[in-house]
């Protein structure tokens, strides 16, 4: 048995020498040692030897298996090494090459002209306010003076979810539950920023998804001359410091009075030109004095406190701003026409 021993050896050894891959490896270990392998096969015929051959058998056979054992382990280390190598030498990189051009990002005009804004307001002791794009109707309209048969909800054309639960129209929404956090002791000074939604089909002008800055000032003693000096110092640090503004009367069912902002034209400053269509006034937002109604659903007494409301589109802001005359190049990430807004 122990010839037969010595020649599993030298047979094993040979194959081992010859393999060229860690599967062939593998399977050489199981052929020789696995549970089932030659090694086991012979042993199981030791019950056969005299009594007093046996351990002698017993110890030249686990030297055998720790030889060879010891074998396949050097020869693993020598193919893994030998692929290793291999692998680096196909996947070596060059440092002295010239690396890859990697364009930078930057922000979305859009996103440039929000920050803008927020800052101006900041600026001016404004605090960020912010609230859920799903709402409930009568945080986007009822509480905002515009109950269920109010002819001004057909000025919206509204996504709803259930009969109470709809995309917000407007970030008006926030005003009220903004007020109702604080009041009635906490003055309001606050702006907000965010995405409305309306059921417009998509043009050179409307969008079912655009962007929207809302401001809302509630104290004591707030008159109209508040709200036209904020609106002023907004628009020249936006436009310029020779802008200027004018109030047109206008009807919003949450202000009372209501008015329509314009700014001189950037463009022509105020002589007349393609963009302001020759009125020297371009639109940029609607304004007015809270109604009594919504500063009473806000949890505040009309008779202690007044307050003036303004929201503006911010789409309309960046195209007036940047001569943009079409809302949709916004949304349909033309890198062309992005590009030339970076760094802006």
Not at 17 to 26: E, I, N, S, V
Not at 146 to 151: A, F, G, K, V
């Amino acid at each position: 048995m122990q010839e037969r021993l010595e020649a599993l050896e030298r047979e094993a050894r040979a194959e081992v020498a010859a393999g060229r891959d860690l599967d062939t490896l593998k399977d050489l270990r199981v052929r020789y040692l696995g549970k089932k392998g030659e090694l086991t096969q012979i042993l199981r015929q030791m019950g056969a030897l005299p009594v007093d051959q046996r351990p002698v058998v017993g110890k030249f056979a686990n030297e055998v298996r720790d030889r060879l054992e010891t074998l396949l382990a050097e020869r693993e280390a020598e193919l893994e090494a030998a692929s290793r190598e291999l692998r680096l030498t196909r996947e070596g990189v060059d440092i002295t090459l010239p690396g890859r051009y990697l364009p930078r990002g930057w922000k979305h005009p859009l996103l440039q002209v929000q920050q803008e804004i927020e800052d101006v307001f900041l600026g001016m002791g404004f605090t960020i306010a912010e609230g859920p794009e799903v709402e409930f109707d009568c945080f986007n309209f009822e509480l905002l003076n515009i109950p269920r048969d109010h002819p001004a909800r057909d000025m919206q054309d509204t996504f709803y979810l259930t009969d109470d639960i709809l995309l917000r129209t407007h970030t008006s929404p926030v005003q009220i539950r903004h007020m109702r956090s604080v009041a009635p002791a906490t003055p309001v000074k606050v702006i907000v920023p965010g995405r409305v939604y309306r059921r417009d089909a998509a043009d050179a002008t409307h969008s079912p998804i655009f962007h929207q800055v809302e401001g809302l000032v509630v104290d004591r003693g707030i008159s109209m001359g508040d709200l036209k000096g904020t609106l002023l110092a907004f628009a020249r640090q936006l436009y310029g410091p020779a802008t200027q503004v004018r109030l047109r009367p206008s009807y919003f069912p949450f202000t009372e009075p209501s008015a329509e902002v314009d700014v001189s034209c950037s463009f022509c400053h105020g002589q007349g030109c393609r963009v302001c269509k020759g009125s020297g006034w371009l639109e940029i937002l609607g304004s007015g004095m809270v109604h009594p109604v919504v500063l009473q659903n806000g949890g505040y007494d009309p008779e202690e406190v007044s307050g003036f409301a303004f929201g503006m589109g911010i789409e309309r802001i960046a195209m007036l701003k940047y001569g943009v005359d079409d809302l949709r190049l916004f949304y349909q990430s033309d890198i062309r026409f992005l590009r030339q807004f970076e760094g802006v």
